[in-house]
C-alpha cells in the first residue's frame, strides 16, 4: 500500500546531541512537510518542500533543519536539541497543486522525540 | 489570514450516545475544511473532507459533518459513538486558491472525545 513511512517511530536523544528523523514515501507527491505537535497542542508546520524548493515557516527556530534528497525521502536534523524539543513529529505529502487530492495532507505515524 | 476554534477542549460522552463536536472557522476567502482523528501516539487519519457541492459531508467510521456557510460552521457529527472512537478530533482549513507549493492546512487546537462504556 501508498504510505507514509516515519522511522524511528520513537527517539530518545541527550540535550545538545544531533538528531536526524527520517520519513519516506510511497505516493510519489510533489509536496513534503515536517510538523511539530507537542502535547495536547495543534500540529505546528515547521517546513516543507515542493519538490526542491524548501520553504519555512518563519517562526522556525534555526535548530531546526530539513533535507529532502529526492522525492521520497526527507529528514528532519535538530542541531542542538533542548528539553523543549521534546515533541511528536509528523511528515505529511500531498499532491502537486491542480491533482483532485491537493490539499490533502497524507501523515505518516510520527516520531515521538524524548530529550534527556 | 485564516483561524480555525475548536469551542470544546473536551467532550465526554457514553457510548451509544450522538456526539457532536464544533468547528467555527474564520476565512475572506472560500477554503476546504477537513476533519482528522488522532489516536494516541498515532498520525493524523483524515475522517473527512468538504471541498465543494453537497454542505453534508460523510465519513469514515460513521462520522459526518455539515458545512455551514453562513455560521462559518463544520461541525462533527455520529449518532452512536463506540469507546473505539475515543481519540482528539482535529478540524482544519486551508485556501483552495492558494497556488504554487503551499496548501497549508490551518489546524485548530483538538477536542479530545472520551467514550465512556
Known amino acids: 500500500d501508498a504510505m507514509v513511512i516515519q522511522n524511528p517511530r520513537y527517539q530518545v536523544t541527550q540535550f545538545g546531541k544531533p538528531v536526524t528523523l527520517s520519513c519516506s514515501q510511497t505516493?510519489?507527491?510533489?509536496?513534503m512537510y515536517w510538523y511539530q505537535q507537542k502535547s495536547s497542542q495543534a500540529p505546528k508546520l515547521l517546513f516543507h518542500?515542493?519538490?526542491?524548493?524548501?520553504?519555512n515557516e518563519a517562526d522556525t527556530p534555526d535548530n531546526f533543519q530539513s533535507r529532502r534528497p529526492n522525492t521520497s525521502f526527507c529528514f528532519l536534523d535538530i542541531r542542538s536539541p533542548g528539553l523543549g524539543d521534546a515533541a511528536m513529529y509528523l511528515c505529511?505529502?500531498?499532491?502537486?497543486?491542480?491533482?483532485?487530492?491537493?490539499?490533502?495532507?497524507?501523515f505518516g505515524p510520527g516520531t515521538r522525540l524524548t530529550v534527556l | 489570514a485564516q483561524s480555525v476554534t475548536q469551542l470544546d477542549s473536551q467532550v465526554p460522552v457514553f457510548e451509544e450516545a450522538p456526539v457532536e463536536l464544533r468547528c467555527n472557522y474564520s476565512?475572506?476567502?472560500?477554503?476546504?475544511l477537513f476533519w482528522y482523528v488522532q489516536y494516541p501516539n498515532q498520525g493524523l487519519q483524515l475522517l473527512l473532507k468538504?471541498?465543494?457541492?453537497?454542505?453534508l459531508v460523510k465519513g469514515i467510521n460513521g462520522f459526518e459533518a455539515e458545512f455551514n456557510k453562513s455560521q462559518t460552521s463544520f461541525h462533527l457529527r455520529k449518532p452512536s459513538v463506540h469507546i473505539s472512537d475515543t481519540a482528539e478530533y482535529f478540524c482544519?482549513?486551508?485556501?483552495?486558491?492558494?497556488?504554487?507549493?503551499?496548501?497549508?492546512?490551518?489546524f485548530g487546537k483538538g477536542t479530545k472525545l472520551s467514550v465512556k462504556p
Open positions: 505529511a505529502t500531498t499532491p502537486t497543486w491542480g491533482s483532485t487530492l491537493y490539499n490533502e495532507q497524507f
Open positions: 505516493l510519489n507527491h510533489n509536496v
Open positions: 518542500y515542493y519538490d526542491k524548493d524548501f520553504n
Open positions: 476565512s475572506s476567502v472560500s477554503v476546504y
Open positions: 468538504y471541498l465543494s457541492g453537497s454542505t
Open positions: 482544519a482549513v486551508s485556501n483552495p486558491n492558494y497556488g504554487g507549493s503551499q496548501g497549508n492546512l490551518i
